[in-house]
């Protein structure tokens, strides 16, 4: 099974609305970090925001939020006021306490693109 | 904020040629560097972790001949394409976890700008 599963391949959102890019994930294991990521065209990958297992509140960083309903097992990230330089990819990643060396697991990404 | 560097950010040689890609970590000490892939239009594929001082761990299915890695310091970690061939040609990106953050799981791995690797 998919560890970590993006079903958008990619989205389409107008500047200044907020968008919703969706996130499952399967674990067994009750201690793990959720992060999402963004690609540019460039390549790099830039950390956004991270979500704990027992974290009780959702995680926020300035335009990005993290919607994480631990019952479903989702964390959707959520950017509000969109701007064109926000069109990248974007991956929800994982990490398992008890994979040892804590890796991290990609999604598949999804592809935004802001338009005027 | 942490700061890994990648290079070269860019290398295109011929078949049969040995390519060395660099990692380093420049405000703090990596204990774990991560070596990823990434195809065209897909997602980062785990190839290897690395540990200062001991040998790689290879995800299974990665030739571990092929892609030689060395992490002789904690702040450096090579990838070694050795006898590159087009079908190695792809997008190479590393990561690292700083000193006494590999057991803290809300620590981000810092990524690398990546290397693109053009094999003809």
């Known amino acids: 099974a998919q560890k970590i599963t993006q079903t958008q391949p990619g989205m389409f959102v107008q500047e200044k609305e907020a968008v919703t890019l969706d996130c499952t994930y399967d674990?067994?294991?009750?201690?793990?970090?959720l992060f999402w990521y963004k690609q540019p065209s460039s390549g790099e990958m830039i950390f956004l925001i991270y979500?704990?297992?027992?974290?009780?509140q959702n995680a926020t960083e300035g335009r990005y939020s993290l919607n994480f309903q631990k019952a479903r097992k989702s964390a959707n990230l959520v950017i509000s006021a969109s701007q064109l330089g926000d069109s990248a990819m974007y991956f929800c990643?994982?990490?398992?306490?008890?994979?040892?060396?804590?890796?991290?697991?990609f999604g598949t990404g999804t592809r935004l693109l802001v338009s005027p | 904020g942490a700061v890994v560097s990648q290079h070269p950010s860019w290398v295109i040689c011929k078949s049969g040629t040995s390519v060395k890609i660099e990692c380093r970590s420049l405000d703090f000490q990596a204990t774990t560097m991560f070596w990823y892939r990434q195809f065209p239009k897909q997602s980062l594929m785990l190839m290897a972790t690395s540990n200062e001082g001991s040998k790689a761990t290879y995800e299974q299915g990665v030739e571990k001949d092929k892609f030689l890695i060395n992490h002789a310091s904690l702040t450096l970690s090579t990838l070694t394409v050795t006898s590159a061939h087009p079908e190695d040609s792809s997008f190479y990106i590393c990561?690292?976890?700083?000193?006494?953050?590999?057991?803290?799981?809300?620590?981000?791995?810092?990524f690398g700008d990546g290397t693109r690797l053009s094999i003809l």
């Open positions: 990643a994982m990490r398992e306490v008890n994979t040892g060396f804590q890796k991290l697991v």
């Open positions: 990561s690292a976890t700083g000193l006494g953050t590999a057991q803290a799981s809300n620590q981000p791995q810092h």
């Open positions: 674990t067994s294991d009750p201690s793990y970090g």
């Open positions: 979500q704990g297992s027992y974290d009780q």
